[in-house]
């Protein structure tokens, strides 16, 4: 099965910081990663699919990039509406597996 | 406009069963997958399976294979998802999103979610 390891687990930032999450595989896997944002007590939000493509309709502070094991989501420019938990998503094909990131939790510094 | 609306709360005693029901609107119910997601505290979400609501075709976890029921009600554009033989381990945030599916090179994601259903197995 494929490992997938968040980190961090917690950030602290401000305003206006640039922040990076990471997702890392136990092996190499495909592009098929998207990332989500998930407020308290609500439900998840796609921000990325396929690595690096924006959902329509987010801000473009939020980026996406990586390949084979290592796979980060970037903020620029953090807003007050961007503390949040964000998660990263994998499917594998074959065999089926869909695995979590085990989340970052973002909070205002 | 896309709506994934879950039934509320449950509490169930171990052993028992629990139902947790999903109504889609906003789209061709037949069109698309229904994925089941849960979150227990302090845990990362863990993929239960899905339906294809178009023909009913379903494929589950490894984890939840043999205790979990997918069905769908194309009359109501309802997805249903039955976990049997629960135990305090099934405490959890149950989750219900909608698979976008394939583009030409790869995989869309998950683009609605439901707004949770939190079941609580105690004695």
């Known amino acids: 099965d494929i490992q997938m390891t968040q980190s961090p687990s917690s950030l602290s930032a401000s305003v206006g910081d640039t922040v990076t999450i990471t997702c890392r595989a136990s092996?190499?896997?495909?592009?098929?990663l998207g990332w989500y944002q998930q407020e308290s007590g609500k439900a998840p939000q796609r921000l990325i699919y396929a690595v690096s493509s924006l959902q329509s309709g987010v801000p473009s502070r939020f980026s996406g990039s990586g390949s084979g094991t290592e796979f980060t989501l970037t903020i620029t420019s953090l807003q007050p509406e961007d503390f949040a938990t964000y998660f990263c998503?994998?499917?594998?094909?074959?065999?089926?597996?869909?695995?979590f990131g085990q989340g970052t939790k973002l909070e205002i510094k | 406009q896309v709506h994934l609306v879950q039934s509320g709360a449950e509490v169930k005693k171990p052993g028992a069963s629990v139902k947790v029901s999903c109504q889609a609107s906003g789209y061709m119910f037949s069109d698309f997958a229904i994925h089941w997601v849960r979150q227990a505290p302090g845990q990362r979400l863990e993929w239960l399976g899905w339906?294809?609501?178009?023909?009913?075709?379903?494929k589950y976890s490894q984890n939840s294979q043999g205790r979990l029921t997918l069905t769908r009600d194309t009359s109501a554009s309802t997805i249903y998802m039955e976990l049997s033989s629960l135990t305090l381990e099934d405490t959890a945030v149950y989750f219900c999103?909608?698979?976008?599916?394939?583009?030409?090179?790869?995989?869309?994601?998950?683009?609605?979610w439901g707004q949770g259903t939190l079941v609580t197995v105690s004695s």
């Open positions: 998503l994998h499917l594998n094909t074959d065999p089926l597996q869909y695995t």
């Open positions: 092996q190499a896997i495909s592009n098929d």
């Open positions: 339906i294809n609501a178009g023909d009913g075709n379903t």
């Open positions: 999103a909608r698979d976008q599916g394939w583009y030409v090179t790869g995989w869309f994601g998950f683009d609605h």
